[in-house]
């Protein structure tokens, strides 16, 4: 800070003595000038503003933003969190994993803090939106990340309902709780971003169980339907969908299929799954998608999902035959 402070200092004294007062390098008094003080000034100012507007592109995004973000103890909230801590934002770490939150937030620093949540209690979301407001006095960001995988059978006539509910539960219906209990302290202030995490899965029918799938589904509606009343108090609502990354659900789930390999090769086969060359699906990119929709870049972005996918769900190929193969 203090030498951008200087350079900036410089860089006026600079160009003063080069279009008005000339200091004299060996005595350091100044010399005539061919230019008129109220030049000089005038000059000073418009490069002070220029200098001024420089840095402030350079401002960290989210200086002095207070989000709350579910399931940051692990994976793709633990990675947003970081991320929005580095751009100058206070966390809210809400998870059901206590040790883990506790861990992670000590691990992210001063500005991280846990609260214990499990999204299926309304009231266990309406505690950690008051405890943003109570610890910090407001809320910027709501971050609605917490989900499960769900290890339903394939096939829809041997779908396990109660399962089902379950995985509603936390995917669906957190999600509303938690877009409902950040409404009711942004709705007052006329501002907020609201952020979800849906999926590929979403997007396309046929990559995952039905029943996650559906949460899905349901998540990239809900910001739809929300964005529609909530445009109208200042609050914007997104959601993000990315493909598959190796995190913490994802590799229970692969070592289960993949019994006997190594969590090196489940990681191999998550990541071959893609189709952008040279390139993984990582959390540090939905951070990345998540910092430009929680920040003022995205200030008229609502009711969008931005699909992190490498272009995965934007096409399929036509499987013909090459001439060749056909008589
Ligand atoms: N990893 C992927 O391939 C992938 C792809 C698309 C979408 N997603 C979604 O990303 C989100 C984050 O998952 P991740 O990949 O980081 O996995 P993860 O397992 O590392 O993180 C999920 C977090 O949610 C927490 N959680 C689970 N149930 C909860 C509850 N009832 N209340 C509060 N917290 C709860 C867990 O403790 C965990 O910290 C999920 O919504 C998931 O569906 C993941």
Redesign the pocket.
């Known amino acids: 800070m203090l030498r951008i402070g200087l350079s900036l200092l410089l860089n006026l004294l600079n160009q003063l003595s080069v279009d008005g007062i000339v200091l004299d390098s060996g005595s350091g008094h100044r010399k005539s000038s061919n230019v008129s003080y109220s030049n000089s000034r005038a000059l000073f100012a418009e490069n002070f503003h220029r200098l001024l507007s420089t840095q402030n592109q350079t401002r960290r995004k989210l200086e002095d933003k207070v989000a709350l973000i579910?399931?940051a103890?692990?994976?793709?909230?633990k990675a947003t969190a970081s991320k929005f801590i580095s751009n100058g934002a206070k966390v809210i770490i809400a998870?059901?994993?206590q040790p883990l939150g506790q861990q992670t937030a000590k691990e992210l620093g001063p500005n991280a803090s846990f609260i214990e949540?499990?999204?299926?209690k309304e009231s266990d979301i309406s505690s950690a939106v008051d405890f943003a407001i109570s610890k910090y006095k407001q809320l910027d960001i709501m971050y609605n990340?917490?989900?499960?995988a769900c290890r339903t059978p394939p096939s829809i006539v041997d779908l396990d309902m109660a399962l089902f509910d379950k995985v509603m539960d936390?995917?669906v219906r957190?999600i509303v709780a938690g877009i409902k209990h950040a409404a009711r302290v942004m709705i007052p202030r006329g501002a907020g971003s609201i952020l979800c995490?849906a999926?590929v899965t979403g997007v396309m029918g046929g990559m995952a169980q039905h029943t996650y799938s559906i949460s899905k589904c349901a998540v990239i509606g809900i910001v739809k339907s929300m964005a529609s009343e909530l445009c109208r108090h200042g609050i914007r609502v997104n959601c993000i969908s990315?493909f598959?990354?190796p995190?913490?659900?994802?590799m229970e789930e692969m070592s289960e299929i993949y019994a006997d390999v190594d969590a090196q090769r489940h990681v191999d086969i998550v990541h071959n799954a893609g189709v952008l060359k040279g390139a993984n699906c990582e959390?540090n990119d939905v951070a990345n998608a998540a910092l430009f929709l929680a920040s003022d870049n995205a200030k008229y972005v609502s009711g969008h999902n931005l699909v992190v996918d490498g272009g995965f769900t934007s096409f399929k190929t036509l499987e013909f035959p090459t001439p060749d193969q056909v008589q």
């Open positions: 579910t399931g103890a692990s994976g793709i909230g998870d059901i994993q949540c499990d999204v299926t990340n917490a989900g499960i936390i995917n957190g995490t999926s990315p598959a990354i995190t913490a659900f994802v959390p």
